[in-house]
């Protein structure tokens, strides 16, 4: 079993930043890629940025600059800074991991409880 455990979301003005984080931790082989997705209120759950083990990110088109995935392979984790918040931004964000927990085991994705992001004047 894997968990996935997010933070640093909160309320922030339009302008503002903040940076989110998510360490994984339980029976973990290899993780092959980590990112980030959000839901707005009524809104269908979204890619905003992935990272390889690697170090070959992606971001969605509406990042435009503003955000930067990176993490930390010797501690399972992987940040996400967010600059320049607009209020379309406010969401739930959910930390994805795809995981191997042996080497002859399939790559599953596993989520975190996601962590709410806030932006309002």
């Known amino acids: 079993q894997v968990q996935l455990v997010e933070s640093g979301g909160g309320l922030v003005q339009p302008g503002g930043s903040l940076r989110l984080s998510c360490a994984a931790s339980g029976s973990i082989f290899s993780i092959n890629a980590m990112g980030w997705y959000r839901q707005g209120p009524g809104k269908q759950r979204e890619l905003v940025a992935g990272?390889?083990?690697?170090?070959?990110?992606n971001y969605a088109d509406f990042v435009k600059g503003r955000f930067t995935i990176s993490r930390d392979n010797a501690k399972n984790t992987v940040y996400l800074q967010m600059n320049s918040l607009k209020p379309e931004d406010t969401a739930v964000y959910y930390c994805?991991?795809?995981?191997?927990?042996?080497?002859?085991?399939?790559?599953?994705?596993?989520w975190g409880q996601g962590t709410q992001v806030t932006v309002s004047s």
């Open positions: 994805n991991s795809q995981v191997r927990s042996s080497w002859f085991a399939a790559v599953e994705n596993y």
């Open positions: 990272i390889t083990s690697g170090g070959i990110t």
